[in-house]
């Protein structure tokens, strides 16, 4: 019997690169330096970047993009807590986003202006982490409830983002949590990942994380 075999997985990831190159282009063209968080749900991504974006607002002109499966809670509460524009975004039902989705989110975006955009991604330590947004650099986020196992249970999220932050350091008391454990658990699945320890709420190790995204994007 004849049949044929189709690889719909490996030419989606293909187009989807060429995308994320186009995403890259029109961004660096426009003086615009573009950011990809990625975290599990709850892990404090939107916190985060509340107090981040307050400690470089006086550097950059930020603008947000929020994804979501649904809602706008999050896009809400940049606005209403950094002032910095922000736009939400409705996956309808996928698990993360593609450059196109990106470009496409960019193009009805007020963009003028801004040269520093973070893309909050959906809630997820699998599907994101496979698909090139056309950011400059991803930044994901492991809290600690979720144990310092996870680099070695999702390992493509770690492999591809060059910033791996540590957060929720103030629940470190509660869980069974070993900070070098996690840091040895990283570097076995990106050495040169460079790894922070925060925490958002008591304003710990932020400025710290803050003014090493100063430095780069400043660099770019």
């Known amino acids: 019997m004849d049949f044929k075999v189709v690889e719909v997985k490996e030419n989606i990831l293909l187009e989807n690169s060429l ?5 890259r282009k029109f961004l660096k063209a426009k003086g615009i330096y573009f950011i990809n968080v990625m975290a599990s749900p709850g892990a404090g991504k939107t916190t985060l970047l509340i107090n981040l974006i307050n400690k470089l607002k006086a550097d950059f002109n930020i603008g947000v993009m929020e994804a979501d499966i649904d809602g706008d809670v999050d896009a809400a509460r940049i606005v ?5 524009r922000s736009i939400q975004i409705h996956t309808g039902g996928a698990c993360h986003l593609t450059a196109q ?5 960019i193009n009805s975006f007020d963009i003028d202006g801004l040269n ?23 930044m994901m986020l492991l809290s600690v409830p979720e144990g310092d196992d996870k680099p070695l249970k999702y390992p493509l999220m770690f ?3 060059k910033i791996a932050v540590i957060t929720k350091i103030e629940t470190a008391d509660i869980f069974d949590f070993d900070f070098d454990r996690c840091k040895e658990n990283i570097a076995k699945r990106n050495k040169d990942a460079k790894v922070f320890k925060v925490s958002a709420i008591e304003d710990t190790g932020v400025d710290k994380l803050a003014n090493y995204l ?4 400043k660099g770019a």
């Open 159 to 161: 492999e591809v983002s």
């Open 116 to 138: 520093l955009i973070f893309l909050e991604n959906v809630g997820n330590l699998v599907c994101p982490a496979e698909f090139d947004t056309g950011a400059n650099i991803n």
């Open 80 to 84: 209403e807590n950094t002032g910095v």
């Open 101 to 105: 989705m990106c470009l496409d989110a």
């Open 214 to 217: 100063k430095a780069i994007i």
């Open 19 to 23: 995308k994320a190159e186009e995403v």
